[in-house]
């Protein structure tokens, strides 16, 4: 087999198959299998997708999350490279075949590639990290939050990547279309089953350059990214908060020194007065305030 599609379902049914519509609709000149992984959906998604004899389902019965939900697919991933595909995306041309081909002729130090992913209406979508989350970039973010009209820095970045020139290297591709060669997988492990959702892709581009290889974007394959069309189901928008914020300090406590943590840890506390004016519920503050104060018993990535 070349290559292997892994989609993680949860909840998504209509949206997950308009995704594999379009893989079987647009691939074509490349051997691929689908295999999709249901993170225990309730919503008749066991009984569509268990009848599809052109995919591999398999049905979880807990919520694995992004990481662990494709850790799973893997296990029944028979080809030379991984392809993991968000289930809130369309492929418009044949970008299976646009991403073998590329890696295929492209340097083995190449361990994984994506593209420059587009919304609906042609515009561009944040596709990629061109550095990896360190103290500085961190505390933009943090700005964005706090006062979001005066600084946004994905404007900024959406706007550089039109000056790109592409095969284009960058620290990380996100997880929503991230093509990987088999062997760096089976040298650098899987995702880390700490990570529940968010940042797991970054951690996992971090031990890919330890070992020597890089990541990369090309712009020849063609997908529409539903970005965040996949979790607007969810009761709350405090998880869209609980989440890649707990992500992002399992990821720091696995890579910042602890003197950087301690950094780390301080800047975030600016946080706090536009946590407790924007959350109404006190229930709702207290989580977030959970996740700021906690303390991470996580395994380092890179031990000290």
Request: glycine fraction near 4%.
């Amino acid at each position: 087999m070349q290559v292997s599609i892994i989609i993680i379902t949860y909840n998504t049914c209509q949206m997950t198959s308009k995704c594999i519509e379009s893989i079987f609709s647009k691939t074509h000149d490349v051997e691929f299998e689908v295999i999709l992984v249901d993170n225990a959906s309730s919503d008749g998604s066991k009984d569509f997708f268990e009848k599809d004899s052109r995919i591999k389902y398999i049905y979880s019965n807990e919520n694995l999350g992004f990481g662990r939900g494709n850790n799973l697919g893997y296990k029944y991933a028979t080809g030379n490279y991984i392809f993991l595909l968000n289930s809130d995306t369309i492929l418009l041309n044949n970008a299976v075949k646009e991403f073998y081909d590329f890696m295929q002729n492209a340097p083995q130090k190449i361990g994984c590639v994506g593209c420059v992913m587009q919304k609906n209406d042609g515009s561009r979508i944040h596709s990629y990290h061109t550095i990896y989350p360190c103290l500085s970039w961190i505390f933009k973010e943090i700005l964005c939050y706090i006062i979001p009209r005066i600084y946004n820095p994905y404007k900024k970045r959406d706007l550089n990547q039109q000056k790109n020139v592409y095969p284009l290297q960058v620290a990380v591709v996100t997880g929503a279309d991230l093509f990987i060669r088999r062997e760096v997988l089976e040298k650098c492990g899987l995702f880390d089953s700490d990570f529940f959702m968010y940042y797991e892709e970054t951690e996992l581009q971090y031990r890919f350059l330890k070992h020597g290889f890089q990541s990369y974007i090309i712009n020849t394959p063609k997908i529409i990214h539903l970005a965040g069309e996949s979790s607007k189901n969810q009761k709350h928008i405090l998880q869209k908060m609980q989440m890649p914020l707990k992500s992002r300090f399992i990821y720091a406590s696995k890579i910042f020194s602890p003197i950087q943590l301690i950094i780390f840890r301080f800047m975030h506390l600016l946080m706090i007065p536009r946590i407790l004016i924007s959350l109404t519920s006190w229930e709702n503050k207290k989580k977030i305030l959970k996740i700021l104060f906690a303390k991470y018993r996580v395994k380092r990535s890179f031990p000290d």
